[in-house]
């Protein structure tokens, strides 16, 4: 008899605790100021300001020791921001799928709704035409919320993005 198992955490305060130790040991920042990185960037997309969310990730990124990142590909960094954005309560989705495709992440507020896809050694610009070209803010239209779309492209060689391209969508 085979028995499967799922690990979850037991309640959401054991899971935030969990998140905000995740982003300080990953990065190598004290955690008062990787929490302060994250609450700026959150607020960004509160605000909505997605390029002062753009420069809090590379001040994040900038702490990351480079050997951690040897092995990076788009994946990885998608999944920092993920957890970035999960433990400050942001409603975060990876790998959210559509009738075209997948789409890398989608980060909600109560009045905003970004599409968020990652690139790894190309352009911001070719991510935001991704997103174009397989109708990803498709899926969120018609939900009362401003739709942005951010292209974010990352550098093997800097480790960190290198370039970001933002647009804001009419609703």
Same mark, same amino acid.
């Given at each position: 008899?085979?028995?499967?198992?799922?690990?979850?955490?037991?309640?959401?305060?054991?899971?935030?605790?969990?998140?905000?130790?995740?982003?300080?040991?990953?990065?190598?920042?004290?955690?008062?100021?990787?929490?302060?990185?994250?609450?700026?960037?959150?607020?960004?997309?509160?605000?909505?300001?997605?390029?002062?969310?753009?420069?809090?990730?590379?001040?994040?990124?900038?702490?990351?020791?480079?050997?951690?990142?040897?092995?990076?590909?788009?994946?990885?960094?998608?999944?920092?921001?993920?957890?970035?954005? !999960?433990?400050?309560?942001?409603?975060? @989705? =990876?790998?959210? *799928?559509?009738?075209?495709?997948?789409? %890398?992440?989608?980060? #909600?507020?109560?009045?905003?709704?970004?599409?968020?896809?990652?690139?790894?050694?190309?352009?911001?610009?070719?991510?935001?035409?991704?997103?174009?070209?397989?109708?990803?803010?498709?899926?969120?239209?018609?939900?009362? !919320?401003?739709?942005?779309?951010?292209? @974010? =492209?990352?550098? *093997?060689?800097?480790?960190?993005?290198? %370039?970001?391209?933002? #647009?804001?969508?009419?609703?």
């Amino acid at each position: 008899m085979r028995r499967l198992y799922t690990l979850d955490f037991p309640n959401l305060e054991v899971e935030n605790s969990f998140l905000r130790q995740v982003v300080p040991a990953y990065t190598g920042q004290e955690t008062n100021r990787a929490n302060d990185i994250q609450a700026d960037a959150v607020d960004a997309l509160y605000d909505p300001e997605p390029e002062r969310f753009v420069t809090a990730l590379k001040r994040l990124f900038a702490n990351v020791p480079y050997d951690l990142t040897d092995r990076q590909n788009e994946q990885m960094w998608q999944a920092i921001v993920y957890v970035v954005l !999960k433990m400050v309560g942001v409603a975060v @989705l =990876a790998e959210v *799928k559509t009738n075209e495709g997948r789409i %890398d992440m989608t980060a #909600e507020t109560p009045e905003h709704c970004y599409v968020i896809e990652f690139k790894l050694d190309t352009s911001a610009a070719e991510a935001i035409r991704q997103i174009k070209a397989n109708h990803y803010a498709d899926k969120f239209a018609g939900n009362g !919320k401003t739709l942005t779309l951010v292209g @974010l =492209a990352f550098s *093997k060689a800097k480790r960190t993005i290198v %370039d970001a391209a933002v #647009e804001k969508l009419e609703v």
